[in-house]
């Protein structure tokens, strides 16, 4: 049986062997570069003493690029989940083939079991190895740890990734089977698999572990904690970032500034402090506008995931991941046992 | 010694539609076995139930005296070639061979290397690029070179061409004559079946209609024609299958042994192709059923 299911899998796999090799040997050297380019700015930047602006020049220039490479690594379980998940059953049932495959002497359980197996280890090592190497490509672009907090880094790094891969292959199989026809199997399958890539770290992760939520008064004591103020709705919305949150935490929400009655700051009701920001001469040093609402006793909060939430989140997303993924694969036996054709 | 196919009461339901109707078989083994019936009768109901490929609704099947596709050891023991003999396409006849080593215990990889060296196959070539009679060979192949102790194949000459036809059925014959394989294959077409079978069932409307060895069936089986008459006016102890009048003339096809006084009557035996569409018209159009209460033969 493992030799049929080598067999099947042959060319997709040299093809899927060929994309992750020229993808490795592009992340090496590139990510080399970057090293010694980085080495080389520290050197003159120590020298010269203008390290925040060089780092955050060198910042700009290559962050495109890692968020392009963390992208496609976010649509790769997807994309295998299409081109290897769906076909692997939906195909022999088009063709006819099942009836050759389930007539020799190997039960039908078996199988599905060496199949997936063989597909199944093929895109985790596969999804595996790149973002190992993605991750230590962007390494020296890392200067403030709550970037692995983000969505996409998030998903396409250390065990999500692994845990995810195993998912979209399942699923494909498991739509292929329900479906009976490849190409309608794949375009749901890549659907399905991006929904629940989305789903999963954007609304499910938030509430995995309790987020910590502080309420402070806006004045001139946190004035120097606020990394950035921000006017959404053409000012009738105010937001301060900073204050109270620890080092490498996730920000789960920023609610907007209110006053003591509850209602949102805005520019209309507090003209006096937004007029620095108006005027044309330049805008107000940022730590102005908290001394100022001060006087009005408004409040700000924050509701974060500590750093230290960074691991267990992980493991608790890739626990969502593999059951999903083993409830799909109980249902592909469950259906194979009882299959009518 | 064990039926090849004992089904009791076999019933299949696809939703509301009835495929196979309370289908009691008990097929012994040592035979050549034609399944025969018109397009959607249940002939590929049965094989598939035959070979673990559906389970039946209602019923039980035994198959070599144990239930279909239980597990490895009797997947070993039974062949199946579906329907339009499907192959892997993208993969060689090589491979083919190959995979039927790897996934069968009795596999016999020198009777898979003659049949394709006697076949003309060039092992290299896709499955995709044969033609239909060269891909139904290599179907056939598989299924023989695994040693199965029961060979079922549904239609399998049904898409092929006269020439290819016969020389399908001739393969057939030879790869099971050495082994004491038996066989049941199906067709709607009699004529392909009448040539390698010794044994016939009859499937129409999902019932099964007549089933024995052929031979039996020829020696039981009588056209009766006489002057116009009622069938109750025949000798007793013979089950009228089919009755056709004329103004003068009454032609009865009947089953039993007609010992007919001398008289105005003649009984001459029938051909098997004969016997099984008579079968089958009965059941395809019940209104024709020859009885006393037939207003045709009652006037």
């Known amino acids: 049986m493992i030799w049929l299911a080598l067999r099947q899998f042959r060319t997709q796999g040299l093809a899927a062997l060929a994309l992750v090799v020229a993808a490795s040997a592009y992340l090496l050297v590139t990510g080399l570069n970057l090293r010694s380019e980085y080495a080389a700015d520290q050197v003159l930047c120590t020298a010269k003493n203008t390290c925040d602006a060089m780092m955050s020049d060198f910042h700009r220039a290559h962050v495109p690029t890692l968020d392009l490479i963390h992208l496609i690594l976010f649509v790769t379980p997807a994309l295998i989940g299409l081109f290897w998940g769906a076909p692997l059953i939906a195909r022999e049932l088009e063709t006819g083939t099942y009836q050759l495959a389930w007539n020799q002497s190997v039960t039908r359980a078996r199988w599905l079991t060496v199949k997936l197996l063989v597909v199944g280890s093929a895109a985790i090592l596969a999804v595996g190895l790149l973002s190992m190497l993605a991750t230590w490509w962007g390494r020296p672009l890392e200067f403030d740890a709550s970037d692995r907090f983000g969505v996409v880094a998030f998903t396409t790094r250390d065990l999500v990734p692994f845990a995810s891969a195993a998912f979209a292959i399942t699923l494909g199989i498991a739509i292929g089977a329900l479906m009976r026809r490849s190409v309608p199997a794949m375009a749901v399958t890549f659907a399905v698999a991006l929904f629940v890539q989305i789903f999963v770290p954007t609304v499910l992760r938030p509430h995995l572990l309790p987020s910590t939520t502080v309420t402070y008064a806006v004045n001139e004591q946190i004035a120097d904690q606020v990394h950035g103020i921000e006017l959404r709705n053409g000012g009738s919305e105010i937001f301060i970032v900073g204050p109270f949150l620890p080092k490498g935490a996730w920000v789960v929400s920023v609610p907007p500034v209110t006053d003591a009655s509850g209602q949102n700051v805005s520019v209309n009701t507090h003209p006096d402090c937004f007029a620095a920001e108006n005027k044309p001469a330049g805008p107000a040093p940022i730590s102005d506008l908290p001394t100022c609402l001060g006087q009005y006793h408004v409040n700000s909060s924050v509701t974060f995931q500590p750093a230290s939430h960074y691991w267990p989140l992980q493991w608790m997303q890739s626990a969502i991941y593999l059951a999903l993924a083993a409830l799909v694969t109980g249902w592909c036996f469950w259906w194979l046992q009882r299959r009518r054709v | ?299």
């Open chain 2, 1 to 299: 010694m064990t039926a090849v196919l004992q089904a009791e009461s076999l019933t299949k339901n696809y939703g509301r539609r009835r495929a196979l109707v309370d289908c009691t078989l008990a097929i012994p083994p040592g035979h050549v076995v034609g399944l025969v019936g018109p397009n959607g009768a249940g002939k590929s109901t049965l094989l598939k139930i035959a070979c673990g490929m559906l389970a039946p609704s209602t019923g039980t099947i035994e198959v070599l005296g144990d239930r279909p596709a239980t597990g490895p050891a009797q997947l070993a023991r039974v062949g199946y070639v579906a329907q339009d003999t499907p192959t892997y396409s993208n993969l060689s006849v090589a491979d083919h061979l190959t995979i039927g080593a790897a996934m069968n215990p009795r596999w016999d990889a020198t009777l898979a290397k003659e049949r394709v060296d006697q076949l003309d196959l060039d092992p290299k070539q896709k499955a995709g690029k044969l033609s239909g009679g060269q891909r139904a060979q290599l179907a056939l192949t598989m299924a023989v070179a695994k040693r199965p102790e029961l060979l079922i194949l549904d239609e399998p000459v049904a898409s092929l061409d006269p020439l290819a036809r016969r020389s399908f059925l001739r393969h057939l014959m030879e790869s099971v004559a050495d082994n004491d394989t038996s066989v049941i294959l199906s067709s709607h077409v009699m004529s392909d079946l009448e040539r390698v079978c010794d044994y016939l069932v009859v499937l129409e409307s999902s019932r099964v209609q007549l089933a024995g060895e052929t031979e039996d069936l020829l020696a039981q089986h009588h056209r009766i024609v006489c002057t116009r008459r009622n069938a109750e006016d025949l000798p007793q102890g013979l089950e009228v299958i089919s009755a056709e009048h004329t103004d003068r003339q009454s032609t009865f096809i009947v089953r039993g042994e007609p010992r007919l006084r001398p008289g105005d009557w003649s009984a001459e035996p029938l051909a098997l192709e004969d016997i099984v569409l008579t079968y089958m018209e009965r059941a395809a159009d019940p209104g024709r059923r020859p009885t006393s209460a037939d207003p045709e033969v009652g006037r």
